[in-house]
């Protein structure tokens, strides 16, 4: 299953990785290739997906011995560790095979409804899941740093939007990071963010709804990934902002996502937990 390292004791975490072909799919491999802790054990792609039966380091021009395959018993063949960056249903499809055979899963996939959420919280009873619509390490920063402000500007009148901007590929809005900034800001004033959040604004709308949390949402061009929290008052605006100008970012807090479930057991954890944020 997983090859000792000749210069250490320690096994290597065996990884494989949901969406192989995909833009993290591909970020995660190389750094998993890249990784002497780590084994890059099975690789996953959607059905009908020309990447199937290829090599998952041939656009690397290199030959991993993994095959690219739908197959998801054979993907998780030997996995200690699953990544997935896909869409819902198919993380929730891996996630049922993998609970069943104690493999952890890392889900970076974001859009799931609540119900599908649910079904993540209950499969986490069986095997170690980690859920975070963003692995950066500066957005998780970000995350803090949006509790603090929103509990030091909760009297005042501040009104808050979250604007986040993305590449033409991007198939939910607003991002998962954006609707978790949303979560972050209404929990840390005592509130939820189903009551408060304004997702559309189109024609005769009327004034601002007092304590909303407004969204915005861009999609152009190959943008990675941008997220602004406003706080308006009166006579100010205090703006946080991050900016991802490459995916580097969100597959290396994966590679720590997973070696830190490889030491869990069951159980539903986020990059807090890895960070040591909570
Ligand atoms: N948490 C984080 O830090 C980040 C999260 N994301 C999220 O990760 C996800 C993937 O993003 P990205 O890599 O840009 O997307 P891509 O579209 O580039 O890649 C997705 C991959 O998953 C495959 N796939 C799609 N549907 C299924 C399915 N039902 N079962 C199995 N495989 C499937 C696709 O195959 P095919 O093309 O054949 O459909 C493709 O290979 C998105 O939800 C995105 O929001 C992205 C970046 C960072
Ligand atoms: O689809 C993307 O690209 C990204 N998706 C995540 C999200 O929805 O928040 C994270 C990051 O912003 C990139």
């Known amino acids: 299953m997983t090859a000792p390292l000749s210069s250490s004791t320690s096994p290597r975490i065996a990884v494989a990785i949901a969406g192989a072909s995909g833009r993290m799919g591909r970020m995660l491999i190389e750094a998993v290739l890249a990784s002497p802790d780590l084994q890059l ?19 690397l021009g290199r030959n991993t011995g993994v095959q690219i395959t739908a197959e998801l ?8 560790v699953l990544i997935d960056f896909t869409r819902p249903e198919g993380t929730l499809a891996h996630l049922a095979l993998a609970a069943e055979r104690g493999v952890g899963v890392v889900i970076g996939t974001t859009g799931f409804s609540d119900a599908q959420k649910a079904q993540i919280r209950q499969l986490a ?16 920063v970000t995350f803090k740093l949006l509790e603090m402000a929103a ?3 909760q009297e005042g009148g501040y009104d808050i ?19 978790k900034m949303g979560e972050v800001i209404a929990e840390a004033q005592g509130t939820q963010l189903a009551d408060r959040a304004v997702y559309e604004r189109f024609g005769h709308t009327g004034a601002r709804v007092a304590n909303s949390i407004g969204f915005a949402s861009m999609r152009g061009g190959d943008i990675v990934g ?6 308006a008052g009166d006579g100010e605006r205090i703006e946080i902002s991050h900016k991802s100008s490459s ?5 290396n807090g994966s590679l720590r996502a997973a070696r830190y ?3 869990q057991k069951a159980g539903l954890f986020d990059m807090y937990d890895v960070l040591g944020l909570k």
């Open 125 to 140: 009873d069986k095997t170690p899941v980690l859920l975070s619509p963003n692995m950066s390490v500066g957005v998780n």
């Open 151 to 153: 509990k030091a500007l």
């Open 247 to 251: 995916r580097a970012g969100y597959a």
């Open 226 to 231: 941008d997220h602004t929290v406003l706080f």
């Open 41 to 59: 054990s099975g690789a996953l792609d959607a059905p009908g997906n020309p990447s199937l039966g290829t090599d998952a380091g041939a656009f």
């Open 73 to 80: 018993g054979q993907g998780l063949q030997g996995a200690d």
């Open 161 to 179: 939007e979250i604007v986040e901007a993305h590449h033409k590929h991007k198939v939910d809005a607003p991002s998962g990071t954006a609707l």
């Open 261 to 263: 479930l490889a030491r």
